[in-house]
Structures are given as C-alpha cells and as structure tokens.
C-alpha cells in the first residue's frame, strides 16, 4: 500500500515499529497516529479505526479530510496553517480538540452539536471578536471543563499579525513570549525556532512593517 503523502509511510512506520510493505489490514488496526508536516490528509481514509491523531505543520486549512470520521475522539493540531473547523461537526465521537497556534478566526461551528466534547485549546489563534468575547465564555459554560484561549494581549497582536498579512502567532510560555510561523509557507520546521520577543516591542517592530517581522526569525537563527 502507498500513501499519496509521505509523510503517513513515516507514521506508519513509526507506529507499528517496522518497515513497509503495509497492508489493508495492517493500517485498518491502527488508533493512533502522529503526523509531521503534511501538505494533505487525504490519507486519513485508509484509517477506519483511528481515535486519536496527533498533527504538527499541516499545510492545509481544513479538515475535511477528516468528515464523518467514525471514530475520532481526539484531535491535535499544532504549528498549522488550518483555518476552517466546520468538519468537527461531523465527528460524532470527538471529545477533545487542541488546536493551538493555527489560524483559526472562526469557531462559532462548536457552539452546538457536539455532545461528547470535553476539552478545546485555541491557544495562539487569531479568533475573531465574536469566537473570541461570545462563543469562548459558551463553550466554557457547555463543557464545563477545559476551554483554553491566549490572554486577551497575545491574542490581539496575533489579529493585529494576520489582519497585516502576517500569518504568524503569537504566544505565551510561562514568562516568555514566543512568535510562530504555522504551516508550511514560511518554514519547514514551525514547530521549531519561535523568535522570542516581548509584546511591546512586537507591536513597535509591527508598526514599522510586515517585513521587519519576518526578520525577527533571521535575528533568532543568528
């Protein structure tokens, strides 16, 4: 069996600890799975019985992919370009969802319809206004357990970043604030060499454009 991205040969390889050949079978047994840096998750259909998914650097920005999953209970995200969530909708088993630093400004699909959902994390997302002052306080009186978001400064430099044309995100790490490029447009690594750099000097290096942001990673790598 070969997997339209390579990247899901390396996960599977990972996963069951073995070179390929595969077979349908093999991959049909599978309930996790840890995914880097896939431009496609087209290859998510060749596996029926996966639970958990663990993601890092998607390319894309949605999940359709992922539409009518029977199984899936929980979905990680991270360091990706995704931006539509609407395809959660159809999980009808997903109970946790964490999908921090991507590039999420919508997420009035999880106000209804999700039963079983126990968790969220959005940290580092550009979520809009409305996701971010109406259906956050929403979701945490839903769930009642755990809806994570960045703290409103982190959060509004992140709008500021994307509404600029810079798609990056901004967030907090205990007492260091880090910025991020998700996706596979600007790295190949995003999960790596976040430029560290306090908030009022992001917003000044704003200010003076688009361009000067980008540099801050040439200064981190230097």
């Known amino acids: 069996m070969s997997f339209i991205e390579p990247q899901f040969d390396q996960a599977v390889r990972r996963e069951l600890q073995r070179n390929p050949p595969f077979s349908d079978d093999d991959i049909a047994q599978i309930d996790a799975l840890a995914v880097l840096f ?84 959005l940290t580092g997302n550009p979520l809009s206004e409305e996701s971010y002052l109406e259906v956050v306080p929403e979701l945490r009186r839903q769930i009642r357990e755990t809806v994570v978001v960045s703290e409103e400064r982190e ?16 967030y907090r790490q205990g007492e260091t604030y880090l910025l991020c490029r998700p996706g596979l447009a600007f790295t190949n690594s995003p999960n790596a060499g976040h430029a560290e750099i306090g908030p009022a000097e992001l917003e000044a290096v704003l200010q003076r454009g688009a361009d000067e942001v980008h540099k801050l990673f040439e200064r981190q790598s230097g």
């Open 155 to 170: 959060w509004q430099i992140t709008r500021k970043l994307h509404a600029s044309g810079v798609p990056f995100d901004y």
């Open 38 to 121: 896939p431009h496609s998750l087209g290859d998510l259909a060749r596996f029926p019985m996966l639970r958990t998914l663990h993601v890092v650097g998607y390319a894309g920005h949605d999940l359709a992919a992922l539409t009518g999953h029977p199984r899936l209970a929980s979905l990680s995200m991270r360091f990706s370009a995704l931006a539509d969530v609407s395809a959660v909708l159809t999980l009808p088993r997903i109970r946790r969802l964490q999908l921090p630093l991507n590039a999420i400004e919508d997420i009035t699909a999880l106000r209804s319809g999700l039963p079983k959902l126990r968790e969220v994390d």
